[in-house]
């Protein structure tokens, strides 16, 4: 299949079971956690072509510096000391340090394909490309509840739930983050710090607040 650069339909088919949150009420659509099944074979296929696409991450540095999630040796108390010792340098240098932290909602679930497979074309070798689309592309899901079934519906954003590409599809979704020099950027998967140090806590402030105008 990697020759064929094609992922077979039947593996692009979710199914999707609602776990009841804890406490919650059942008559609430809202009180379930949808759960993801993949296809076996699929994330077989998936683990095999990941061994083939990080080294070619990594060699192009296509995730950048500041994000430290899904990545082995960044682990979260990594970043937190990081961005700890930010802090303390500007303590140091008697200045002033304003932080803003961000968690965008539904974040994978909102990736945008088109935007995605252009990311994708513009920094890897056009077969993985080829790959990839046929695994973005054409995905559909059927919920589960008890012994019924939906009918099988399209999937037209986001990238996989309980997928093994995942997690590195949406960091390169966003690994064009906007940064400046006059800040700080500390990102773990969907969740972002920034951080802007002056003498003038004003400035301070105003240097988060620019970099948010261009996120």
């Known amino acids: ?3 064929l650069q094609f992922i077979p339909p039947q593996w692009k088919v979710a199914q999707i079971i609602m776990l009841l949150k804890p406490g919650k009420q059942p008559e609430d659509p809202k009180s379930y956690r949808p759960i993801s099944l993949l296809p076996i074979p699929s994330k077989i296929y998936e683990s095999l072509l990941l061994l083939r696409i990080l080294p ?3 060699q192009h540095k296509i995730i950048p510096d500041h994000q430290f999630g899904f990545r082995r040796k960044h682990a979260t108390v990594d970043q ?3 961005l700890i010792n930010e802090i303390d340098k500007s303590f140091e240098s008697k200045e002033y340090c304003a932080s803003v ?3 965008i909602s539904q974040a994978f679930d909102r990736v945008w394909h088109e935007g995605l497979l252009f990311k994708i074309k513009s920094s890897l ?3 993985i490309c080829q790959i990839l689309e046929s695994f973005i592309q054409n995905r559909r899901f059927v919920v589960q509840h008890g012994e019924a079934l939906s009918r099988l519906c399209d999937i037209n954003a986001g990238v996989p739930q309980g997928s093994v590409l995942g997690p590195l599809l949406y960091l390169i979704y966003t690994s064009d983050l906007p940064t400046s020099d006059c800040i700080t950027t500390g990102t773990f998967a969907d969740d972002t710090a920034i951080l802007a140090s002056h003498q ?3 400035e301070a402030s ?3 607040r620019m970099a948010l ?3």
Do not use: C, G, Q
Request: hydrophobic letters at 40%; glycine letters at 0%.
């Open 101 to 103: 932290f961000l968690d």
């Open 125 to 127: 070798p056009n077969y």
């Open 213 to 215: 105008t261009i996120f």
């Open 1 to 3: 299949m990697t020759k």
């Open 200 to 202: 003038d806590p004003a």
């Open 206 to 208: 105003k240097s988060y």
């Open 56 to 58: 070619l991450v990594e």
């Open 80 to 82: 937190i000391h990081r």
